[in-house]
């Protein structure tokens, strides 16, 4: 007898007792105001645990169901991390190579004189005082965010392309813009989070000739008979669409929230921000990198040696202060090629080697190729208080409590 995938999941929720687990997910409704959340567990491409609560419209009349579209936000990196090495395996791409050489607006950079990394409500913009790089920005450093980008998406020449274009501007285009942003700091030398991944998706779009989008759809998640994945949403998909709120981080009120604000141009596909998928479509990639770069389906969509590159730590013990916040941030964590590595298992419940990363809008993606684990997990909330320093790591610790 077959049983359907339904029982399954309640079988070996059983077994395995996830009932911590479920309790903690079904509290932050109360705790956090999460009206609606999915989470979805795999090992070695069977389905563990999935656990779906509450709406996912603004009148509550729309349960969350596993058709429901997310805007994931800073997700979409890890997408475009296989994209890029991809080409990387394909021999079009060079790691260690300058930007320069695929975008040549890249060639001639100017660092900030004066500008104290942190102070990002001061960035700094084309009138402020620079002087020339010294280094060429690497392809390996717009992947680990050392290159000295910011992630200013409203600087002076982004908006003005933005005019120009009749916010028709492209991926390539909104690249040539980037490059006139005078730099944060020498590249190689600090740490920021940045508009790097952007940047990459522009590199892919000249390597391939292929617009960007449509490359990560057509080899990134087809091969794994994903469909359900775009950069711009469909008019006969936005019924489909989690609502989405923003939460003002002082006061904890939340409203409602319409849009992708970084989806610049309805032209231009952020590599850094851009993607919208239903939770099966984007766990469907995270269980294919869990396991050797094969999705359930059999195909190889990345090699081994290249997910051993993607969550290698690239950062030195400046660069981690940077991101860890001298350690307030993230504890244990490195920082990779476009994801977040866990070095010290001290520090949670995963193993050493487990990688990831997350959305602005609360979205959270793990892999554990030790043990052929990924979980996604996802939710609808802009500048939710806590999600990262909270409810992510509790949900990570969770999982790996019920799974001993």
């Given at each position: 007898m077959i049983r359907p995938l339904s029982y399954l999941c309640r079988y070996m929720e059983k077994t395995?007792?996830?009932?911590?687990?479920?309790?903690?997910?079904?509290?932050?409704?109360?705790?956090?105001?999460?009206?609606?959340?999915?989470?979805?567990?795999?090992?070695?491409?069977?389905?563990?645990?999935?656990?779906?609560?509450?709406?996912?419209?603004?009148?509550?009349?729309?349960?969350?169901?596993?058709?429901?579209l997310y805007y994931l936000y800073s997700c979409t990196k890890i997408a475009t991390m296989v994209a890029c090495m991809q080409q990387v395996?394909?021999?079009?791409?060079?790691?260690?190579?300058?930007v320069a050489e695929y975008l040549p607006e890249f060639a001639h950079m100017k660092v900030?004189?004066?500008?104290?990394?942190?102070?990002?409500?001061n960035m700094p913009n084309q009138a402020s005082p620079?002087?020339?790089?010294?280094?060429?920005?690497?392809?390996?450093?717009?992947?680990?965010?050392?290159?000295?980008?910011?992630?200013?998406?409203?600087?002076?020449?982004?908006?003005?392309?933005?005019?120009?274009?009749?916010?028709?501007?492209?991926t390539r285009e909104m690249a040539g813009a980037i490059a006139r942003m005078p730099l944060l700091y020498e590249p190689g030398t600090r740490h920021a989070y940045s508009l790097g991944h952007d940047v990459i998706a522009a590199v892919i779009e000249v390597v391939t000739g292929q617009r960007f989008g449509d490359y990560v759809v057509e080899h990134v998640f087809e091969p794994l008979g994903v469909s359900d994945v775009f950069f711009h949403l469909r008019e006969e998909d936005k019924g489909r669409l989690a609502?989405?709120?923003?939460?003002?981080?002082?006061?904890?009120?939340?409203?409602?929230?319409?849009?992708?604000?970084?989806?610049?141009?309805?032209?231009?596909?952020?590599g850094g921000a851009g993607l919208i998928a239903t939770v099966d479509g984007y766990s469907a990639l995270l269980d294919a990198l869990a396991c050797g770069g094969v999705g359930a389906n059999g195909v190889q969509i990345l090699s081994e040696e290249s997910i051993e590159a993607i969550r290698t730590p690239q950062l030195n013990a400046v660069q981690l202060d940077d991101f860890t916040m001298k350690g307030m941030f993230r504890p244990g964590y490195n920082y990779g090629l476009g994801v977040r590595v866990l070095v010290d298992a001290t520090k949670a419940k995963s193993p050493a080697g487990e990688f990831g990363?997350?959305?602005?809008?609360?979205?959270?993606?793990?892999?554990?190729?030790?043990?052929?684990?990924?979980?996604?997990?996802?939710?609808?909330?802009?500048?939710?208080?806590?999600?990262?320093?909270?409810?992510?790591?509790?949900?990570?610790?969770?999982?790996?409590?019920?799974?001993?």
């Open positions: 395995m007792s996830f009932e911590k687990l479920t309790q903690y997910l079904e509290s932050l409704k109360d705790s956090d105001g999460i009206e609606g959340l999915d989470l979805i567990i795999k090992k070695n491409h069977q389905v563990l645990y999935r656990h779906k609560q509450g709406c996912n419209d603004y009148d509550c009349t729309r349960l969350v169901s596993e058709q429901d395996e394909a021999g079009r791409i060079r790691l260690d190579a300058p900030a004189d004066h500008f104290e990394l942190g102070d990002f409500g620079s002087h020339p790089a010294k280094n060429p920005i690497l392809i390996r450093q717009l992947m680990a965010m050392t290159a000295g980008l910011s992630y200013n998406t409203a600087s002076e020449p982004i908006a003005e392309l933005k005019r120009k274009s009749g916010n028709h501007a492209s609502a989405q709120y923003s939460c003002d981080f002082k006061t904890g009120r939340k409203s409602r929230h319409q849009g992708n604000t970084f989806e610049l141009t309805d032209q231009y596909d952020s990363w997350d959305g602005a809008a609360g979205a959270y993606a793990l892999v554990d190729p030790k043990n052929g684990i990924s979980l996604f997990y996802a939710q609808a909330i802009l500048g939710l208080r806590g999600v990262y320093s909270d409810i992510h790591p509790r949900i990570r610790d969770l999982v790996y409590e019920c799974l001993e």
